[in-house]
Antibody, heavy 116, light 113 residues
């Protein structure tokens, strides 16, 4: 059974940092593109970033470029998102999801709240 | 960026009735080299992550009831629920994976009348 478990969310002040993690199991993680998708409270879905199987290709939505960094550790079956220079508008539930095309598996998400 | 626009934003339908949700993309998501539409549909129930229903515009994900179907090509797509069930109350999103950044429609909320 595929499982994706996000962690690392919390309350942080504007300008602060957080590191999100996504622990994967039940599939061959090293063979899968991975994504981060976020959802602000009561709002729709926004793709944030993705990373190729070996980490050689990385893409971001413009609003997070230069502030967020996606990475992975295939030996640990883990995906990461480093969030720096956080803004109020980054407040959201952050999901990890599999696949470079349609997102076939999603975690339950981890909540990031940016507030003073 | 490809903008995905869904209509309507919400709808209320009686149990057993047909539901139709439209999704329009600002650029074609049909890749001519393989004749595939890079378009998916998701269902999101309250407090849950999105669930993949349809991909390549019309391929039903394994385990998804056959009352759900997807159609369309190029820039215009439709998600149809042939006979609404109580468990189908949710928000539905279309999603293009033709180009980066990946983008989603704003969502369509389906309720029971």
């Amino acid at each position: 059974e595929v499982q994706l478990v996000e962690s690392g969310g919390g309350l942080v002040q504007p300008g602060g940092s957080l590191r999100l993690s996504c622990a994967a199991s039940g599939f061959t993680f090293s063979n899968s593109w991975m994504n981060w998708v976020r959802q602000a409270p009561g709002k729709g879905l926004e793709w944030v970033a993705n990373i190729k199987e070996d980490g050689s290709e990385i893409y971001y939505v413009d609003s997070v470029k230069g502030r967020f960094t996606i990475s992975r550790d295939n030996a640990r079956n883990s995906l990461y998102l480093q969030l720096n220079s956080l803004r109020a508008e980054d407040t959201a539930l952050y999901y990890c999801a599999t696949n470079v095309y349609h997102f076939d598996y999603w975690g339950q998400g981890t909540l990031v709240t940016v507030s003073s | 960026d490809i903008v995905m626009t869904q209509s309507p934003d919400s709808l209320a339908v009686s149990l057993g009735e047909r539901v139709t949700i439209n999704c329009k993309s600002s650029h074609s998501v049909l890749y001519s080299s393989n004749n595939k539409n890079y378009l998916a549909w998701y269902q999101q129930k309250p407090g849950q992550p999105p669930k993949l229903l349809i991909y390549w515009a019309s391929t039903r994900e394994s385990g998804v009831p056959d009352r759900f179907s997807g159609s369309g090509s190029g820039t215009d797509f439709i998600l149809t629920i042939s006979s609404l069930q109580a468990e189908d109350v949710a928000v539905y999103y279309c999603h293009q994976y033709y180009s980066t950044p990946r983008t989603f429609g704003q969502g369509t909320k389906v309720e029971i009348k």
